[in-house]
């Protein structure tokens, strides 16, 4: 493309031009998060659109945070990726060839839990140089886990039953409005509640008191996996 043109009348003219490299533009659009917590294991899946403008790229970085192993990660063109231990750097992502527009990443990153503690740092996949990042995160507690937002940065909250059409008790939602946003989470666990209707039939025969139980319940609040039954002393 030509961008300037002179005129010279002599043989002897001289132009010194300076050229100066263009350098890539990357905006991304992570507009499917979903971080799930449960006791034991929290896993954020995202989908994230990766714009590419002014200039091609071969490879793109991420900093994921380092106690979060790499499950899934996938997109169009990408060829491999490969981890690197650098301060703010943990994954190299490489393409087959030079990109230039929108491409589509798949990234799930899980942690191990032992219980979920009071506290939660919601895991943030940066992808570096970024000038611009948007987009919305969901999240979801298993049943009978309570969360609320105690220190956020660079987001909005959200509504996630008439925003994002969820309708699980407890969800919470925020819109993403910059590569450096922060959100820390505070969790409550409620103990589970069982509601029993019992039916006792007593028949004496022939000396033998004997009795027949049924019981019907419902466990409210959070799940169970055991409760106990006291039976009357012989």
């Known amino acids: 493309t030509v961008k300037r043109a002179f005129r010279y009348d002599q043989a002897s003219a001289l132009a010194v031009v300076q050229a100066q490299q263009v350098l890539p533009e990357i905006r991304v659009d992570q507009a499917a998060a979903s971080l799930s917590i449960a006791d034991e ?5 995202t989908r ?6 002014k200039a091609g790229v071969f ?10 192993d790499i499950e899934t990660l996938t ?35 899980a942690r191990m839990e032992k219980g979920i503690g009071e506290t939660i740092a919601v895991p943030r996949i940066t992808v570096i140089g970024a000038r611009k990042h948007t987009g919305t ?36 939602a925020f819109r993403l409005l910059r590569p450096e946003w922060r959100v820390v989470l505070k969790t409550e666990t409620i103990a589970p509640l069982v509601r029993p209707e019992i039916f006792h039939r007593v028949d004496l025969t022939e000396g033998i008191l004997r009795g027949r139980v049924r019981i019907r319940y419902t466990i409210e609040n959070a799940g169970s996996k055991t409760f106990f039954l006291k039976a009357p002393a012989p």
């Not at 294991?41 to 899946?45: E, K, N, P």
């Not at 690197?84 to 589509?104: M, P, Y």
């Open 41 to 45: 294991r929290i896993v954020l899946s």
């Open 75 to 109: 997109g169009e063109d990408v060829s491999h990726w490969d981890e690197v231990d650098a301060k703010g750097e943990r994954v190299v992502i490489h393409f087959k060839n030079q990109v230039l527009g929108t491409r589509a990443l798949n990234l799930v990153i």
């Open 59 to 68: 490879s793109l970085r991420l900093d994921i945070p380092r106690d979060f």
């Open 48 to 53: 994230m659109q990766v714009d590419v403008s």
């Open 137 to 172: 995160l969901l999240v979801q507690g298993e049943r009978g886990v309570r969360m609320t937002a105690v220190d956020r940065e660079g987001v909005s909250e959200l509504s996630a039953e008439r925003d994002l059409n969820i309708r699980q008790q407890g969800a919470l």
